[in-house]
């Protein structure tokens, strides 16, 4: 997992890092620095937000073991024939 989490992060600042332009000369060094900050931040949240998550296991009475996807209640909002369920 630290691997993968690594190579998203290297690979986040690699396309990140383009032709320097005139504007960037501009900027000191500290606003450089957050602006890649921020973009790498940007990048994880949504390479985090792709990982499903998934609720506890759940054993029944014949021995079966239900895993769940949970939903992300956008998700759930935008479709109107799923039910909310408890579970």
């Known amino acids: 997992m630290k691997r993968s989490l690594l190579a998203v992060c290297l690979a986040a600042m690699l396309m990140g890092a383009g032709p320097v332009s005139v504007q960037a000369e501009e900027k000191g060094a500290d606003e450089l620095a957050l602006e890649g900050l921020n973009k790498l931040i ?3 949240s949504v390479f985090i937000d792709a990982i499903p998550q998934y ?3 759940e054993l029944l009475d014949n021995g079966d073991i239900i895993i769940r996807r949970k939903q992300k209640e ?3 909002e935008k479709s109107p024939g799923i039910e909310k369920t408890a579970t």
């Open 74 to 76: 956008e998700k759930m």
């Open 42 to 44: 940007d990048a994880l």
């Open 55 to 57: 609720e506890t296991p």
